[in-house]
């Protein structure tokens, strides 16, 4: 073996590069690590596996060896997080490198809880839990979209339910695995996809329960995000009761289960059938009710006597006109009874008021000859030629002038006659 550097030349041999590589590995020694199984397998009492980083796509294999194993907690599983002491180990033979672990225990449930209760506050504070964000299922959806684990109970409850509830329902069914460490991935794709559908409305993701570790993945940030981002209402159906996934918060609607989820998105074509015939029932009882009223009513105006015997209208209203019409001509009578009597009474006052009833009554109007009324003596001197008007005509009359007033009068008449 040298330690001159390799060249074309000189070359070294695999072996040397092999154990120039496990002198540098085991120089680094141990340390903890946290991450999740994503694989466990058990092989002649040993334990081959891969653990994952919580957050990035980092992935390591590992090795327990027996004598290990029996000192570790016998419930480890695959889907666990756990914290491991491990060192690295490069196998030469092989060429392989991996983690041997010498101690290996489950993540503290309160540091779970710590952290799932810290994302769910800051998911909560930006409002992905909000009442006003949930979204009303439709009645009767078309397209159900269904993400599940394939050939699950869950995928089969669902369907089996949904089918017995209203026979035409259809599925479009996205699987993905439901826990593990691909879960959380798997599962926002597919809600994605079925969200991006414009036939889907309305999703389910399902899946048959679970303890509160292999529930994680439904915690996902990212999932949790995708969901609230759908603008498909979402149905969760993880069924689990005790430790709810922020899935559950943040869906339109949770389901306690698989078959609670078709029961609530599908109705029930028996009850809605049954619904129909009481409406129709109801619709029916108004209807002839309503008919019953007016038909009443059409009885009644029937029998009117304006409707029953229609002359009658005409008979009254003939009557009354030709009462009216007797009192207009008795009204009528008086009214020229009365202007007769009063036409006469002032005819009267005017005869009586009248020159030509003075005249009548022998007495007379003297005129000059230009036309003045002759009022005093002095209108008519001696000699002035006089018209004197008399009740049948005038005669021409000359004055003799002034006398007394008894012989004045008598003066003027007599040379009026």
Same mark, same amino acid.
């Not at 020694?29 to 796509?57: A, C, F, H, M, R």
């Not at 159900?144 to 509830?165: F, H, P």
């Not at 006469?344 to 005129?367: C, E, F, H, K, N």
């Given at each position: 073996? =040298?330690? &001159?550097?390799?060249?074309?030349? =000189?070359?070294?041999?695999?072996?040397?590069?092999?154990?120039?590589?496990?002198?540098?590995?085991?120089?680094?020694?141990?340390? *903890?690590?946290?991450?999740?199984? @994503?694989?466990?397998?058990?092989?002649?009492?040993?334990?081959?596996?891969?653990?994952?980083?919580?957050?990035?796509?980092?992935?390591?294999?590992?090795?327990?060896?027996?004598?290990?194993?029996?000192?570790?907690? &016998?419930?480890?599983?695959?889907?666990?997080?756990?914290?491991?002491?491990?060192?690295?180990?490069? *196998?030469?033979?092989?060429?392989?490198? =991996?983690?041997?672990?010498?101690?290996?225990?489950?993540?503290?449930?309160?540091?779970?809880?710590?952290?799932?209760?810290?994302?769910?506050?800051?998911?909560?504070?930006?409002?992905?839990?909000?009442?006003?964000?949930?979204?009303?299922?439709?009645?009767?959806?078309?397209?159900?979209?269904?993400? =599940? %684990?394939?050939?699950?109970?869950?995928?089969?409850?669902?369907?089996?339910?949904?089918?017995?509830?209203?026979?035409?329902?259809?599925?479009?069914?996205?699987?993905?695995?439901?826990?593990?460490?691909?879960?959380?991935?798997?599962?926002?794709?597919?809600?994605?996809?079925?969200?991006?559908?414009?036939?889907?409305?309305?999703?389910?993701?399902?899946?048959?329960? %679970?303890?509160?570790?292999?529930?994680?993945?439904?915690?996902?940030?990212?999932?949790?995000?995708?969901?609230?981002?759908?603008?498909?209402?979402?149905? &969760?159906?993880?069924?689990?009761?005790?430790?709810?996934?922020?899935?559950?918060?943040?869906?339109?609607?949770?389901?306690?289960?698989? @078959?609670?989820?078709?029961?609530?998105?599908?109705?029930?074509?028996?009850?809605?059938?049954?619904?129909?015939?009481?409406?129709? &029932?109801?619709?029916?009882?108004?209807?002839?009710?309503?008919?019953?009223?007016?038909?009443?009513?059409?009885?009644?105006?029937?029998?009117?006597?304006?409707?029953?015997?229609?002359? *009658?209208?005409?008979?009254?209203?003939?009557?009354?006109?030709?009462? *009216?019409?007797?009192?207009?001509?008795?009204?009528?009578?008086?009214?020229?009874?009365?202007?007769?009597?009063?036409?006469?009474?002032?005819?009267?006052?005017?005869?009586?008021?009248?020159?030509?009833?003075?005249?009548?009554?022998?007495?007379?109007?003297?005129?000059?000859?230009?036309?003045?009324?002759?009022? @005093?003596?002095?209108?008519?001197?001696?000699?002035?030629?006089?018209?004197?008007?008399?009740?049948?005509?005038?005669?021409?009359?000359?004055?003799?002038?002034?006398?007394?007033?008894?012989?004045?009068?008598?003066?003027?008449?007599?040379?009026?006659?």
């Amino acid at each position: 073996m =040298t330690d &001159s550097p390799a060249t074309l030349e =000189t070359p070294w041999p695999v072996r040397l590069l092999s154990s120039k590589l496990k002198g540098w590995i085991d120089r680094l020694g141990t340390v *903890w690590v946290e991450g999740e199984i @994503t694989q466990w397998g058990v092989s002649g009492g040993n334990v081959y596996g891969k653990l994952k980083d919580l957050e990035q796509p980092a992935t390591v294999s590992f090795q327990i060896w027996s004598s290990v194993k029996a000192r570790i907690p &016998s419930d480890l599983k695959q889907g666990d997080r756990v914290i491991a002491l491990i060192k690295p180990d490069f *196998w030469v033979k092989g060429g392989s490198l =991996t983690m041997q672990v010498y101690e290996m225990r489950h993540v503290g449930l309160g540091d779970l809880l710590e952290r799932l209760e810290r994302l769910r506050a800051a998911l909560a504070a930006e409002g992905l839990f909000a009442a006003s964000r949930k979204r009303p299922l439709p009645f009767l959806p078309r397209m159900i979209g269904l993400v =599940t %684990g394939r050939d699950s109970d869950a995928e089969k409850d669902v369907m089996r339910n949904a089918q017995l509830r209203w026979p035409s329902v259809e599925f479009r069914t996205i699987y993905a695995m439901v826990q593990g460490d691909r879960a959380a991935s798997e599962v926002t794709r597919a809600i994605r996809t079925l969200d991006a559908d414009p036939e889907i409305d309305v999703i389910i993701v399902a899946r048959g329960g %679970g303890d509160f570790q292999n529930l994680l993945p439904f915690s996902d940030e990212q999932l949790v995000r995708a969901a609230a981002a759908t603008t498909t209402p979402l149905v &969760s159906a993880i069924g689990h009761e005790a430790d709810r996934p922020l899935l559950d918060e943040v869906a339109d609607l949770r389901a306690s289960t698989p @078959t609670d989820a078709a029961k609530r998105v599908v109705p029930d074509v028996s009850e809605e059938l049954a619904r129909v015939d009481q409406a129709r &029932s109801r619709i029916r009882s108004r209807v002839t009710h309503k008919v019953s009223i007016e038909v009443d009513r059409i009885t009644a105006l029937r029998s009117r006597p304006a409707l029953a015997r229609p002359s *009658w209208l005409v008979d009254q209203r003939a009557d009354e006109l030709t009462r *009216w019409v007797s009192r207009g001509e008795e009204v009528t009578m008086r009214l020229v009874e009365r202007g007769e009597t009063q036409t006469m009474q002032l005819a009267t006052r005017v005869r009586a008021l009248s020159p030509q009833s003075t005249l009548a009554r022998g007495y007379s109007i003297a005129q000059r000859a230009d036309g003045r009324l002759v009022r @005093t003596v002095d209108d008519a001197p001696e000699g002035e030629v006089l018209a004197v008007r008399l009740a049948d005509g005038s005669i021409g009359a000359v004055s003799t002038g002034a006398h007394g007033a008894d012989q004045a009068h008598g003066s003027v008449v007599g040379g009026a006659e």
